[in-house]
């Protein structure tokens, strides 16, 4: 992303903390918050999060799907080892936002024993609509909820409907409608998973996704809740955990 920060400077700032995001909006330019997904070598050199932290990567996680050093997804049953509690509270310490989407049941379980701070799940649906275990369940979610936590919505097929057959916006505001349900009106936000997922066509790019706002308006959401959802919830978010 810095390369295409720098390509795109006219349109993009690199965010280094929560004080330079409602400049670079202002300005009307995107901000660009670095991020680590699958963050394994941290367990080598847990002192790399805060050199890291000072570079200005505010978000990480401590898995993808598979088994690893510090945390597992969702193929494996097992939980965060003694290196990603360390890690863990090192990201705190740092100011470094956690992202628990790839994180499995055992390991959720374990973060809940030891977070003190509120942390995101970038881009999770909801399990009650959609089984698929990268989904969240409702006792995670209102677990989120209760934490002031931030959950952005995904857009891939398979963990919007069992079938995958997403035919239109309909499914993605179901979640939505869920997560609301549960509590979580201030705490959603759009998440995607742009990046190699298998997207519908409705959502399979930022212009088509951006039809999602008028398409809560008329059914009925309020202007002030779809705006939570577009970038209200999330800049609050920010503005109050990123160091």
């Avoid at 698929?132 to 995904?154: A, Q, Y």
Wanted: hydrophobic fraction near 45%; charge should be negative; charged fraction near 25%.
């Amino acid at each position: 992303m810095s390369g295409q920060a720098m390509l795109n400077h006219d349109r993009m700032v690199n965010v280094r903390s929560a004080a330079d995001i409602r400049p670079a909006l202002k300005d009307g330019k995107i901000a660009c918050i670095h991020t680590i997904e699958n963050a394994t070598f941290f367990a080598e050199d847990p002192a790399l999060i805060e050199v890291l932290k000072s570079l200005g990567v505010l978000m990480s996680s401590l898995s993808w799907n598979a088994q690893g050093p510090l945390a597992s997804g969702h193929d494996t049953h097992a939980g965060l080892t003694a290196a990603g509690i360390e890690a863990l509270t090192q990201m705190e310490h740092a100011g470094m936002v956690l992202d628990v989407s790839h994180l499995n049941d055992h390991g959720f379980a374990d973060l809940l024993e030891v977070a003190a701070k509120p942390f995101v799940a970038t881009h999770s649906n909801a399990r009650a609509l959609c089984s698929h275990k990268r989904n969240l369940t409702d006792d995670m979610i209102r677990e989120m909820v209760r934490r002031d936590c931030l959950i952005g919505l995904n857009y891939f097929v398979k963990f919007l409907r069992d079938d995958g057959d997403v035919k239109s916006l309909d499914d993605l505001y179901r979640h939505a409608m869920h997560f609301f349900e549960l509590g979580a009106r201030k705490n959603l936000a759009l998440g995607s998973d742009f990046d190699g997922a298998v997207l519908p066509p409705c959502l399979d790019s930022p212009e088509k996704a951006a039809d999602f706002y008028e398409y809560l308006l008329s059914r009925g959401v309020s202007q002030q809740d779809a705006d939570g959802i577009f970038f209200e919830n999330a800049r609050t978010f920010l503005r109050k955990n990123l160091g």
